[in-house]
Nanobody, 116 residues
Framework: QVQLVESGGGLVQPGGSLRLSCVGS????????MSWYRQAPGKERELVAG????????NYADSVKGRFTISRDNAKNTVYLQMNSLKPEDTAVYYC?????????WGQGTQVTVSS
């Protein structure tokens, strides 16, 4: 059974940084594409960043390019999201996701609030 546990969210001022972590268990982590999504109040969930298995190719939403970096450590079954130069519009619940073929699993989410 796939389990994903996110951590690292919190309250940060505009311009600040946070690093989110997501630890996976119950599956072969290295074989899955790992992604971060977010959902702000009243909005649909959107893809923030993804990193593939194998060569570790990365993709980002245009709104976070140059500010956020996704990485993974397969030895620790962990995917990270380094978030720099945070803006109030980055405020959302951030979800970790693991995907392979047509299967996708989700973590419980971690709240990120960017406010002065």
């Amino acid at each position: 059974q796939v389990q994903l546990v996110e951590s690292g969210g919190g309250l940060v001022q505009p311009g600040g940084s946070l690093r989110l972590s997501c630890v996976g268990s119950g599956f072969t982590f290295s074989r899955y594409t790992m992604s971060w999504y977010r959902q702000a109040p009243g909005k649909e969930r959107e893809l923030v960043a993804g990193i593939t298995s194998g060569d570790g190719s990365r993709n980002y939403a245009d709104s976070v390019k140059g500010r956020f970096t996704i990485s993974r450590d397969n030895a620790k079954n962990t995917v990270y999201l380094q978030m720099n130069s945070l803006k109030p519009e980055d405020t959302a619940v951030y979800y970790c996701s693991a995907a392979r073929s047509l299967l996708r699993s989700w973590g419980q989410g971690t709240q990120v609030t960017v406010s002065s």
